[in-house]
Nanobody, 116 residues
């Protein structure tokens, strides 16, 4: 079964850090570029970061540049998102998916809440 499972979210104070994981099963994630996207309450999907299949090229949205770092461990079929200097506006459900004409079924996402 093709599946994506996001984990690592939680409640954190402004300025804190979290590390999200995106684990794939049923297909080889290392064959694809992967993006993280997020959806804040009452808003649409926002692209956050992208990493190419080899893990050499990354891109980040202006809203997270310098604070978030995307990486991957192809041996573990997993992509990560290290989030530092978190802000209340980073509060959202975070999702990952392969960058492809045929995305995998969306996972449940992982909730990140930044609040004091």
């Amino acid at each position: 079964e093709v599946q994506l499972v996001e984990s690592g979210g939680g409640l954190v104070q402004p300025g804190g850090s979290l590390r999200l994981s995106c684990a794939a099963s049923g297909f080889t994630l290392s064959n694809y570029a992967v993006s993280w996207v997020r959806q804040a309450p009452g808003k649409g999907l926002e692209w956050v970061s992208l990493i190419n299949s080899a893990g050499i090229v990354t891109m980040d949205s202006d809203s997270v540049k310098g604070r978030f770092t995307i990486s991957r461990d192809n041996a573990k079929n997993t992509v990560y998102l290290q989030m530092n200097i978190l802000k209340p506006e980073d509060t959202a459900v975070y999702y990952c998916n392969k960058v492809n004409m045929r995305p995998a079924p969306w996972g449940q996402g992982t909730q990140v809440t930044v609040s004091s």
